[in-house]
């Protein structure tokens, strides 16, 4: 039983409970649309225990489609996060398209090619890309204004900043999968997870400053 919970509170899941509860103690509702965050996380999480239990109490291996809503919901809800920045007003309705192209793909992706059962990683790959490209012409933006900003106390600049590193670990986690579970299993080192557990540090470590600066703020 204490094994099985191990395998539910893993890093990336306590990491997610702390950005949780982070998301309600900085999030007032002067925050405004950020407190969106509350029950973004609170579906993240349900996802993964929802997963867990089948995969580990049912002994069902079909979960895959349970990952690929949130995958789904996690996504749109940061390229519309995205459209919400004042830098980036000027492309909103491309992002919005990009956005629409996204569900498209996704949708396609789960019922014609890789299947609702599994976890989708073209679906992944495509969303992270996605992100990593609107969160450098981000950085490119707000580089260019003419005023100064102090970044460090900037929430966008923190949300953009775990994402990209998140969505280009991702990528590379998702086209070298085959590969790294083969060295894992001929070496036994797991670099996956070492990889993966780091980026979810990075992204939710990230997020809890970005709430910390909305609240500070909008004070």
């Not at 395998?7 to 949780?20: D, G, K, P, Q, R």
Request: glycine residues 6%.
């Amino acid at each position: 039983m204490q094994l099985m919970l191990s395998s539910l509170f893993n890093i990336t899941v306590i990491a997610e409970w702390c950005c949780f509860i982070a998301a309600i103690i900085f999030l007032p509702r002067r925050t405004g649309k950020w407190r969106l965050f509350i029950p973004l996380l609170f579906i993240t999480i349900l996802a993964e225990t929802v997963g867990w239990y089948l995969w580990n109490i049912l002994g069902k291996g079909n979960n895959g489609w349970i990952f690929n809503i949130n995958l789904l919901i996690n996504i749109s809800f940061s390229v519309w996060m995205f459209s919400t920045v004042e830098s980036l007003q000027k492309v909103k309705v491309k992002l919005f398209l990009l956005l629409f192209l996204f569900i498209a793909f996704a949708v396609c992706n789960t019922f014609f090619f890789e299947g609702p059962w599994v976890y989708n990683r073209f679906t992944d790959i495509a969303g992270n890309i996605i992100l990593a490209v609107i969160s450098c012409y981000f950085f490119y933006t707000v580089l260019n204004e003419d005023a100064f900003r102090n970044l460090f106390r900037y929430e966008y600049y923190w949300f953009a900043n775990g994402l990209l590193f998140y969505s280009l670990g991702s990528v590379v986690l998702n086209v070298f999968l085959n590969y790294l579970w083969e060295y894992h299993k001929q070496t036994g080192v797991n670099i996956y997870g070492y990889i993966n557990y780091g980026i979810n540090v990075l992204l939710y470590g990230s997020f809890i400053i970005a709430f910390i600066c909305r609240r500070r703020n909008t004070s």
